[in-house]
């Protein structure tokens, strides 16, 4: 029998252990302290826990905050994180039971909590969260750069004793194979991977024998995981020239039979990332470590570069010390500045030893080229340094001058990280998206509009009552009057106001019921009116 509660100050080593146990690959599953209660956001009472007999065996986190949604309207946010649940006690729901266990109307009320965001894996989301609390995707502007330094990790793997067995379980063929195949991957370095009658070694030389050569990039290899059908995506990776493949007829022939090897090895690649090396030249800038007393500038340019962003949550210089500088994988040296010939700060870049580059930002209206090129050539040699093995970046989709150096510096663009919202109160939601759009405003009448929400989670209210019109929009307490009346569902009304889904769509989709339907072309106008247009970034340090 599980007994679900609230966070108490006792449960700070099961909940670490249990957090490092279910998340070892992030950050070697050591950042519970630094992530919650290190953090300044840290709230014991939206912590739910799952205990029985005494021992947890769940927990959930929410951290309370607010970000911006349009010009000049900020929300009161929840991100959900961090949700674990002990395998020998998974599929009984508990994880179901922990998400809700604080979700009523009335808290989201007395805190003004608007929305809920998480930077879900987009399986589970399909299956938990959306279903369960209303999760909608939003398309993030943003756009993640990743580079494979070096292929060390990978090779040490292949050369494990467990390794080859497991490969020959899976692939009894392996033993009569004699098969060499070069990999020419855009973001790294040359990898080639004999099998040789049951032998599977790796290296970083290019095969210059009788091997099969097969060239593309790290995106293309993932569609090929991610198949159920190998061979057909080959085909068609080759036919859309995604990937190229050449060799010996008959050594072709082989790969081909062998596909799902294939596909298992461009598993493997794909999987085990690693890292570069360069730096030098500085031009009018230059670069050097942190300095106490950085963090009051660093704070307002990356208030200065991201403003104008969904998504945007002011950087105060303690929020930034402990977001960044005290990230249990951040060192000191890892806090990269470019100053120009004045000590004045005109970029920095913070990366963690596992590769990630939690930030990077530069002064928009200075030299962006040479500012991130020189931060890039530089946290690319401290991770060869240090051994790391690859490196991952957030960026606005748009940016042109990181897009660029990316490219110059051999990074490939990966599949956009997803975030997933749900409004918690649309009654106080929509009046803020109004007021942030206040004298656009082209109605000359005023209306009152009355929505019935279906299929609502039990914590949002399924009625909306609201008057529109010249001075924006207000609650308003009269049904009786309403001039227009809709009936919707949840999930279109959040894709409406996200700008997912247009009216128009909306409307030919019959998802609207409008009544009277004469005042149709006047709530198109309303719902587009209201459509958030603000493009959405989030650094990687806003995620974890
Ligand atoms: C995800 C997790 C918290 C679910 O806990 P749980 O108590 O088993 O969840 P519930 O029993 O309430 O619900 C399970 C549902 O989630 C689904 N699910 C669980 N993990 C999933 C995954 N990785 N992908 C897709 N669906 C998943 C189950 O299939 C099940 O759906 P169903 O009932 O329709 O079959 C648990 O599996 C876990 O701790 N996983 C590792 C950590 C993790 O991935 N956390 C989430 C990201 S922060």
Known sequence: MYKYRLFSSNDSDAVRRLIKATFPNFLEGEYWDWKHLHNPRFDPSIVAIAEENGKIVGCSHWLQGSFKIAKGAAVKSLLTCDLAVRPGHRNRGVARRLLLLRRTREMFKQRGI?????FADPRLAKKLYSPLLGYTKVRLSTKKYFKIISWKSLINSVSRKEFQ??????????????????????SAPPLTISLSYGTVKASEEVCGGDCITVEGDLRTFLSLVQTQN??????????????KIKGSFSKLFETYRNASLLQALFKIIVTRATP??????????????????????IAQLFNKAYMNYGGFAPRTPEYWRWCCLERPDVERKA?????????????????????????????????????VSLLLDNLVDYLEKIGATSIVLNAPGE??????????FGFEAYP????????LDFGRFIPLLAESKKGKWATDSDETLLVKLKNTPFWINDTILMKVGRNGVQAASDSQHA????????????????????????????????????KIPKLLSILSYLQMEAKWFFPLSDFG
């Open 114 to 118: 608007v929305v809920n965001y998480d």
């Open 165 to 186: 067995q497991n490969l020959k379980r899976k692939f009894p063929k392996l033993e009569k194979l004699d098969l060499t195949i070069f990999f020419k991957t855009r």
């Open 230 to 243: 190998v061979r057909r995506r080959l085909l068609v990776a080759i036919l859309e020239r995604k990937i």
């Open 276 to 297: 570069v090396g360069l730096l030098e030249e500085a031009g009018q800038f230059s670069i050097r470590g942190y300095e106490d007393g950085d963090e009051i500038e």
């Open 335 to 371: 806090v990269l500045v470019v100053v120009d010939r004045h000590e004045s700060i005109a970029g920095y870049a913070v990366v963690g030893k596992s590769g990630s580059i939690w930030e990077l930002c530069y002064d928009h209206e200075r030299e962006g080229e040479e500012i």
């Open 399 to 408: 940016d042109s001058i990181v897009n660029r150096a990316c490219e110059k």
């Open 416 to 423: 956009t990280p997803k975030m997933f919202v749900s409004v």
């Open 483 to 518: 001039t227009i009346k809709v009936e919707t569902d949840f999930i279109t009304l959040t894709s409406l106001l996200f700008g997912i889904m247009s009216p128009v769509q909306a409307l030919t989709h019959l998802k609207l019921e409008v009544e009277p339907f004469w």
